[in-house]
C-alpha cells in the first residue's frame, strides 16, 4: 500500500473528503518553496502535488506557466525537485507527494534512474500530463512496478468509450479536470461535476478528486460534496505571485482545506 492508498483509506475511514494542493517547486525560490511545502500538512493538506517547473507546460495557464518560469529562473531542476522531497521526508513520512509534471525532464534523466531517485526521495505518485495511455509501456507500467501510483486526468472530453483505456493502469486516485481548457481559466461548477464523477466512479473503484477553477473556500466545500475531494493550485501560486510571506500564503491553504473537509 502506498502512502496515496494510505492517506485515502484513513479519509474514508474517518468520512472525510480529500483536500490536495498544488505548489510549483523552487517557486518563488528554493528555501520559501520548501518552507510552503513543509507547512502544508499543517495547513490541512491530505496530499501535496508538486509542480516539476519545465519550459514548455503547454496544459497550463499564465499563472503557473509564470510559477514555472520563476523556479527556473531561481535555478530549479528536476534535481533540486527532488532534493526538496528528501528535505520534506525528513520531518515528515506520511504525508503523500505527487510530483507533476510533463515527460521531458524525466526522459532526459532516464526512466529506470528518474524511477530510482523519485522513489528514494519520498515520491509517491506521477501525473504525466503530456503522456496519453497509449504511451503506458514508456513510464505509467514501470512506475506501477517500482511503487509509485500513476494518477491519471480525465476530462469533460472523456467519453464512455475513452474512460476505459484512461482508467487502465491508473491507480492512487483520478484526478478528474472540471473543465474544458488550461488550469486557471473558468470556475468549476458543482452541478456540472457532480454527474461527471458519478459517471467516473460507476467505471472505478479510486478515488476521484476534482481540479481546475476551484478558488475559494465554497468553491472548495462544493467541489468536494461532489467528490472524493478537491484540488486547489492556481490560486495558491497566485497568492506565491504576489509576493505573500509563506505563513500568508499557508493560512490560505488552511482555508481551503477547511472549506474540503466539511463537505
Do not use: W
Not at 509517491?124 to 495511455?133: A, C, H, K, T
Amino acid at each position: 500500500m502506498t502512502r496515496i492508498d494510505a492517506k485515502f483509506a484513513e479519509l474514508k475511514a474517518a468520512g472525510k473528503k480529500a483536500f490536495v494542493s498544488y505548489v510549483m517547486a523552487g517557486d518563488p525560490d528554493y528555501d520559501t518553496a520548501l518552507e510552503i511545502v513543509k507547512g502544508l500538512p499543517g495547513a490541512g493538506v491530505d496530499v501535496i502535488e508538486l509542480g516539476l517547473p519545465f519550459t514548455d507546460p503547454m496544459a497550463d495557464g499564465p499563472t503557473i506557466q509564470l510559477a514555472g518560469q520563476r523556479a527556473l529562473e531561481a535555478g530549479m531542476t528536476l534535481e533540486r525537485t527532488l532534493e526538496m522531497a528528501r528535505e520534506f521526508r525528513k520531518e515528515d513520512d506520511t504525508t503523500p507527494i505527487v510530483l507533476m509534471g510533463y515527460y521531458n525532464p524525466i526522459y532526459n534523466r532516464g526512466v529506470d534512474s528518474f524511477l530510482a531517485d523519485a522513489t528514494a526521495a519520498g515520491i509517491d505518485g506521477l501525473i504525466v500530463v503530456d503522456l496519453p495511455p497509449e504511451e503506458d509501456d514508456e513510464l505509467c507500467i514501470p512506475a506501477n512496478k517500482a511503487g509509485l501510483n500513476f494518477v491519471r486526468l480525465a476530462t469533460p472530453t472523456t467519453d464512455d468509450k475513452r474512460l476505459p483505456k484512461v482508467l487502465q493502469n491508473t491507480s492512487g486516485f483520478v484526478y478528474y479536470v472540471s473543465i474544458t481548457g488550461i488550469t486557471g481559466a473558468a470556475e468549476a461548477e458543482a452541478g456540472d461535476v457532480g454527474p461527471e464523477v458519478a459517471r467516473i466512479k460507476a467505471a472505478t473503484d479510486l478515488p476521484v478528486i476534482v481540479g481546475f477553477g476551484i478558488n475559494t473556500p465554497e468553491k472548495s466545500r462544493a467541489i468536494a460534496s461532489v467528490a472524493d475531494g478537491a484540488v486547489v493550485g492556481s490560486a495558491i501560486v497566485s497568492q506565491i505571485a504576489d509576493g505573500k510571506s509563506a505563513s500568508d500564503v499557508l493560512a490560505f491553504v488552511k482555508s481551503l482545506a477547511d472549506g474540503a473537509h466539511s463537505a
